[in-house]
């Protein structure tokens, strides 16, 4: 059993963008990807993991981040953002292109041993959301799902969307957990900090 460190996630500051795969750094150490809907609240909630207003840049328009962007939050600790998916005003071809890069990312990336996947507690489990659990899945990788925005329902109706998600993810078969989350009231935050303190243990 690997002793699990907890790490100082506001010291978290960013590396590089790249386009794709081939432009990251050297495939060692560990990476935490985080994937979601170009309005699933991504970068907020980055920004509210490592207490940083603009660590992650929240952009009023959906759909701008195309590069996959790496924070260091340690010697061989790396948080990866990767493009957010299936925003509508956003040419096919280009669609493509993220959804070539995120697979590739996915299924070629050593480092790679966590994904978090945030998905909008009031739509979850969208076409895109569960073709990235699928992806994580067939390559042994461990998932946490985060449903963001859970400010938006009372808490019965947060339960019921918890509970019905974690009955849909099921078929999947995979190391697959549910929390949801909240950037402004700071809900899920211990239980994300855990999940990547112990993903960050494997090195």
Sequence with gaps: MTDIRPLNYAKTHFILSAPDISHLPSDSGVE???AGRSNAGKSSALNTL?????????SKTPGRTQLINLFQVEENC???????YGYAQV????KRKWQKSLGEYLQKRES???LVVLMDIRHPLKDLDQQMIEWAVSVDIPVMLLL???DKLASGAQKKQVNMV???ILPFQGDITVAPFSSPK????EPLKQKLDEWFSQQ
């Design 32 to 34: 935490v990807a985080f």
């Design 50 to 58: 490592t207490n940083q207003k603009a660590l992650a840049r929240t």
């Design 78 to 84: 790396r948080l990866v953002d990767l493009p957010g």
């Design 91 to 94: 040419p096919e071809a280009i």
């Design 112 to 114: 790679l041993k966590g």
């Design 148 to 150: 963001t925005k859970a």
């Design 166 to 168: 974690k009955e849909a």
């Design 186 to 189: 700071r809900v899920g935050l």
